[in-house]
């Protein structure tokens, strides 16, 4: 069973950027919907963001318009850039697949390692 592997996260000061990455052969919105989720010490995990089998994106409405998913491919990576960051958005970040069918989820369902991302001065 192949699995997800996230990567890119950092500390970072109120204001600063990352770009997290989601690679794994097969993974790609050609055939399956990919999720960025996040989970703060102490909080439930949270969804933050999809790219979905029809190239739409979706976004929680906390990180609208400083976050954005894109993918590459040839890679088989998704990313997130993470702009405009905040300590609010210090947590730790997952991709896992939210749709395209069986194969999708058996390959790619599972939480990963997961990126930590912090964000402080």
């Known amino acids: 069973v192949q699995a997800q592997r996230e990567s890119g996260g950092g500390s970072v000061q109120p204001g600063g950027s990352l770009r ?3 690679t794994a052969p097969g993974f790609t ?3 399956c919907s990919v999720g960025w ?3 703060a010490a102490g909080k439930q995990r949270e969804w ?3 790219l979905n089998t029809d190239s739409s994106t979706t976004y929680r ?3 609208k318009g400083r976050f954005t998913v894109s993918e590459d491919k040839a890679k088989d990576t ?3 850039q993470m702009n405009s960051l905040n300590p609010e958005d210090t947590a ?3 991709c896992k697949t939210v749709g395209g069918g069986a194969w999708c ?3 790619f369902g599972e939480w990963g390692q997961g990126t930590q991302v912090t964000v402080s001065s």
């Open 20 to 22: 997290l990455s989601c």
């Open 29 to 31: 919105s050609d055939r």
């Open 37 to 39: 989720y996040r989970q």
């Open 48 to 50: 933050v963001a999809s």
């Open 61 to 63: 409405d906390s990180v």
């Open 78 to 80: 998704t990313y997130l």
């Open 92 to 94: 730790m970040y997952y």
């Open 105 to 107: 989820w058996s390959h």
